[in-house]
């Protein structure tokens, strides 16, 4: 069975500055792994995916992530942090076959505060 | 309107109490999922459905019940509510046709479940 480990369950950045908020996986078969964002009193929403292809990954408001099959590693990206950017943040995994097919494995979320 | 909506969006309820949480959805697609959220703990999944004929338990089903009464339509039952099944509940579908196959779900707003 596959699972996500999001390290870090709140980090703080300035406005202005990077913003990394990492994940990994394990999976004994090829993985698809997305990130979504939840805001205030809202349900989530997709930020990015992986499936195949072109391992750095780019998604909705400047987020990106990058597909690193050797670390086992998902990590979640914005160079520059804005205040509209403080939300909860969700990596999760699935894979394309199985019994385990289709179903989403979230990590455990990362509060993400952005500082004036 | 939305495509995933969810019914209440708040309730409080009494132990004991039986309680249905029903979610509609008009994107057609024949997936769906109900998740509950706990601070720190991510989202886990109850139960899902691949189709209106297959229903399967998640990780954490126990106290809990399902209903596909179509294909647009998948309730979650609560047969004895009890105050640690108090959480925020999320609804997903997903679409097993799409080229990609890479089971991208799509999130209701969510319903806030107090059991006192």
């Known amino acids: 069975a596959q699972s996500v480990t999001q390290l870090g369950s709140h980090v703080s950045v300035s406005e202005g500055a990077l913003v990394l908020l990492r994940c990994n996986y394990s999976?004994?078969?090829?993985?698809?792994l997305f990130w979504y964002v939840q805001y205030p009193n809202q349900g989530l929403q997709l930020l990015l995916k992986?499936?195949?292809?072109?391992?750095l990954v780019k998604g909705i408001n400047g987020f990106e992530a990058e597909f690193k099959k050797s670390e086992t590693s998902f990590h979640l990206t914005k160079p520059s942090a804005h205040m509209s950017d403080a939300a909860e943040y969700f990596c999760?995994?699935?894979?394309?076959?199985?019994?385990?097919?289709?179903?989403?494995?979230f990590g455990q979320g990362t509060i993400l505060t952005v500082h004036p | 309107d939305a495509d995933v909506t969810q019914t209440p969006r708040n309730r409080i309820t009494k132990t004991g109490k039986r309680i249905m949480l029903e979610c509609s959805q008009t994107?057609?697609?024949?997936?769906m999922y109900w998740y509950r959220q706990d601070p720190g703990l991510g989202l886990r999944l109850i139960y899902y459905?691949?189709?209106?004929?297959?229903?399967n338990k998640g990780e954490i089903s126990d106290g809990y019940s399902v209903s596909r009464q179509a294909q647009a339509k998948f309730s979650l039952s609560l047969e004895s509510a009890i105050p640690n099944q108090t959480a925020l509940y999320f609804c997903?579908?997903?679409?097993?046709?799409?080229?990609?196959?890479?089971?991208?779900?799509?999130f209701g707003p969510g319903t806030r479940l107090t059991v006192t």
């Open positions: 992986y499936t195949t292809g072109a391992t």
């Open positions: 999760a995994v699935t894979i394309a076959g199985g019994t385990s097919y289709g179903k989403l494995t």
């Open positions: 459905s691949f189709d209106v004929k297959d229903i």
């Open positions: 997903a579908t997903s679409d097993s046709k799409t080229y990609t196959g890479d089971y991208e779900q799509y």
């Open positions: 999976s004994s078969v090829p993985p698809y």
């Open positions: 994107k057609g697609h024949d997936r």
